[in-house]
């Protein structure tokens, strides 16, 4: 069964976008908001990720590397300077794009299992990933004009 794949990939997925929603809140905590909110987006990271422990444990998961490659390459360290805000915050879009079609995918093959609990938590993790694809992109364009247009 390939969903223990799957599983896996979500499960550390939303460890790493925790960890990178924790770099981005420390490095630009002189932004008004980022770092509560960029705080407050890895708990529910790190909430999906408790919230997967049982099916990860109940399918054998896998633990592919692929999130980890993912996080390595767009957080190498932090950035300075005016678009450093604009591409971590799009980076973290990437991140979380991610696990959205993660959520997705896992979401038709517990239809095709028939597992009620693990729909009822793809569908949580659905929403919650959905708002913070939303917050992120409402973000960036906040952040565009001032990192692209006015000068350091």
């Known amino acids: 069964m390939h969903l223990a794949h799957y599983l896996g990939?979500?499960?550390?997925?939303?460890?790493?976008?925790?960890?990178?929603?924790?770099?981005?809140?420390?490095?630009?905590?002189?932004?008004?908001?980022?770092?509560?909110?960029?705080?407050?987006?890895?708990?529910?990271?790190?909430?999906?990720?408790e919230r997967l422990h049982p099916f990860a444990e109940r399918y054998a998961e896998e633990a592919p590397r692929e999130p980890d490659r993912l996080h390595s390459t767009l957080f190498s360290g932090t950035r300075t300077g005016?678009?450093?805000?604009?591409?971590?915050?799009?980076?973290?879009?990437?991140?979380?794009?991610?696990?959205?079609?993660?959520?997705?995918?896992?979401?038709?093959?517990?239809?095709?299992?028939?597992?009620?609990?693990?729909?009822?938590?793809?569908?949580?993790?659905?929403?919650?990933?959905a708002a913070q694809l939303t917050w992120l992109r409402s973000r960036m364009k906040q952040a565009a004009p001032q990192a692209l247009v006015v000068a350091d």
């Open 9 to 49: 990939l979500l499960h550390r997925s939303q460890a790493n976008l925790a960890s990178a929603f924790r770099e981005v809140a420390a490095a630009h905590a002189d932004e008004p908001d980022i770092e509560h909110l960029c705080l407050r987006q890895a708990a529910i990271c790190d909430t999906h990720a």
């Open 82 to 129: 005016g678009i450093a805000l604009l591409r971590d915050l799009q980076d973290l879009y990437l991140m979380a794009s991610e696990c959205d079609i993660c959520w997705t995918v896992i979401g038709q093959a517990a239809y095709g299992a028939r597992d009620r609990d693990l729909l009822a938590t793809v569908r949580d993790g659905e929403g919650e990933t």
